[in-house]
């Protein structure tokens, strides 16, 4: 099983940005689609984007089309979140995981997150 490690997040005011990696214990790691999720207090876990295994094709929610960008770098078995423009809706708990199918979906089990907080 892939284990999957977050970080990145951190408190900025909105308007900036944070990069979030994702960072795989396994080289195995590069033959799946992989997504990020997040969840806000009292809310439930949400998608947010998703890129496929080749790094050809992405996906996003639609409260983050045009502010966030995922890549992946496949040699260094990482996943990145690039997210501008940051408003406050946007902080929650930000994980990653393994996905299938389209909508993307999560599978294996969740890492511990990282926190992104976004002030007005």
């Known amino acids: 099983q892939v284990q999957l490690v977050e970080s990145g997040g951190g408190l900025v005011q909105a308007g900036g940005s944070l990069r979030l990696s994702c960072a795989a214990s396994r080289r195995t790691f590069s033959s799946y689609s992989t997504g990020w999720f997040r969840q806000a207090p009292g809310k439930a876990r949400d998608f947010v984007a998703a890129i496929t295994s080749s790094g050809m094709h992405t996906y996003y929610a639609d409260s983050v089309k045009g502010r966030f960008t995922i890549s992946r770098d496949t040699a260094k078995n990482t996943v990145y979140l690039q997210m501008d423009s940051l408003k406050p809706e946007d902080t929650a708990v930000y994980y990653c995981?393994?996905?299938?199918?389209?909508?993307?979906?999560?599978?294996?089990?969740w890492g511990q997150g990282t926190q992104v907080t976004v002030s007005s």
């Open positions: 995981a393994p996905t299938r199918g389209i909508p993307p979906t999560a599978f294996g089990s």
